[in-house]
């Protein structure tokens, strides 16, 4: 079992930048592909960053691609959303969450486990 705590949402205006943090309660994230997730009201959960257990690799969605920037740092056990340019639309709760590193990261079902989430309130 590894319980994820997600920690640096906030308000922020728009152009603005915020940097999420994720962390293990226990246990290591280093055999773990992991992602950052939101989900906005009246929509769906959404995939948005996604970093290998090695950080080999990374994956992004369209609606952040040089925008946001996932990254981890394995000797601290925690991984990193920093979001730049923030609009209105980034307004949601982000949830990171951990898939076996034998799995593929931009699979959704391939994550096991979930924070509590983080609200981002983009203002004007």
């Known amino acids: 079992q590894v319980q994820l705590v997600e920690s640096g949402g906030g308000l922020v205006q728009a152009g603005g930048s915020l940097r999420l943090s994720c962390a293990p309660s226990?246990?290591?994230?280093?055999?773990?592909?992991m992602g950052w997730f939101r989900q906005a009201p009246g929509k769906e959960r959404e995939l948005i960053a996604a970093?290998?257990?090695?950080?080999?690799?990374?994956y992004y969605a369209d609606s952040v691609k040089g925008r946001f920037t996932i990254s981890r740092d394995n000797a601290k056990n925690t991984v990193y959303l920093q979001m730049n340019s923030l609009k209105l639309e980034d307004t949601a709760v982000y949830y990171c969450?951990?898939?076996?590193?034998?799995?593929?990261?931009?699979?959704?079902?391939?994550?096991?486990?979930w924070g509590q989430g983080t609200q981002v309130t983009v203002s004007s």
């Open positions: 970093i290998t257990w090695n950080a080999g690799s990374t």
């Open positions: 969450a951990a898939a076996p590193k034998y799995r593929s990261y931009r699979y959704v079902p391939s994550y096991d486990y």
């Open positions: 226990a246990r290591t994230l280093s055999d773990y592909d």
